[in-house]
């Protein structure tokens, strides 16, 4: 069966499974679909280009924004980030080929500047979320009330993950890549635990660049007999990371065996590592001992820790993301934001997965916010002393710009607007009725603001959403593929989703 033709039978296929995973469906239909697709390969059906003209056709000003090197933002309000650049209530920001070129007020423009006016504005860095399981943006709500143990692990883990093809695997990271950017997260460390084959660790790749986002691939584990991991790193480092001078970097995902952060260190690159239990500071220590763990390391949720596994991670130049979100809703454990600060780490923020919470990083820094200064708070009702300082918004900002880049060791690069940065710029709507009038800039994209305000994203100086709308980006089609890889997954799985429970 040619590819073309597989397509149009699970194109029928999915256009009688609405709401339930295909149960009526013919199962010979689907068998005869699947076997064109092993027959074919799984990647050749990912599609070579996921972009539209769209937007782009039907906006001049927008096509020479395009076409322009040089992009000057005029009049917003500007929060750097960059302490000794510092903010500004009103000013300019240039974009000089890809980068920041000047930040200022009144920057007289030449004839080869394309203006955008950024009045009513705030200008800040693009968003970075250090640990997303991209891969799963096919899944999202799917475990609307779940829980770590046992659903997570049983549905998502050990039942959903298994049934991926390569295929699936390019769709729902390309869906959560655009996700990303229309919500103004610019860069992401991806830990893809779906490497069934080599195909599909390409396909995890391709997705990443054809969505335009700046990402940290993060090589994780597959299942079944075709998996590769960690050796094809090797293969997957000079295939796709010769150079550094592009938006993908490469690390690997560890999980607390010697083997694998020893394969890091041979490929050179950092090791992420999840922490999640009740004790797991002496297999921390113990690495920390034989000298594995390194500088730009990353260490996950970072849970059941005792003072000393703290400092090793401090001491040998590791770095943390805090999920508050999915640690809260899901049982994985109290965020370790105080932890973090308590031990002299700034830890970044991520969202972790789509399956149970939101992945946009305004819902993710009002957790944090809250939840530091509840706890704080009630040491204060209880009338402890010398608690800690509570979390500013500015703080809090940080973790999710700056800091989020310093853990995916990309802060000589993005995180704040310093001049000779990479241009990843957000423009956030202060002019709606829901924030205005703006009395605090870090207080209104902090505490007030959500994804709808993200009126336009730069990455690396490249506009990848203009005036609300994602440039150049066919979204039905990507949503309509997204929906069909769903299905068929589901159904593969044999699980059964619950539209309405």
Known sequence: MTDEAAGKVLSALFSSCADEPCAGASRRAFLAASAGLAAGGAASLIPTAAVAQTNVDNDPGLRRLLASQRILLKGGIVLTLDRQVGDFANADVLID?????EI?????AGADVQLVDASNRIIIPGFVDTHSHTYQGLLRSILANGVLEPDYNRDIQTTLTPAYSATDAYSGMLVSCLGFIE???????DLSQVSHTPEHSDACIKALKDSGIRAVYSYARGAGPGARYPQDIARIQRTYFSTKDQLLTLALTGNLTAELYRAGRAAGVPVVQH????????????FSRAGLLKPGDEYIHCLGLNDEAWKAIKDSGGRVSICAPIDMAMGHGMPAIQAALDHGLRPSLSSDHGVTIAQDMFSVMRSTFALQRLLVLQRIRNGERNTPALLTCRDVLEFATIEGARCANLDSKIGTLTPGKDADILLLKADRLDVWPVNNAYGVAVNLMNPGHIDSVFIGGRVKKWHGALVGVDAPRVMREAANARDGLLFKAKFQKNLLG
């Open 97 to 101: 080929n890809g980068k920041i070129g």
């Open 104 to 108: 200022r007020p009144n920057i007289v």
């Open 183 to 189: 919500m103004g997260t610019t860069t992401i460390v």
């Open 275 to 286: 922490l999640v239990g009740t004790d797991l500071s002496a297999q921390v220590l113990a």
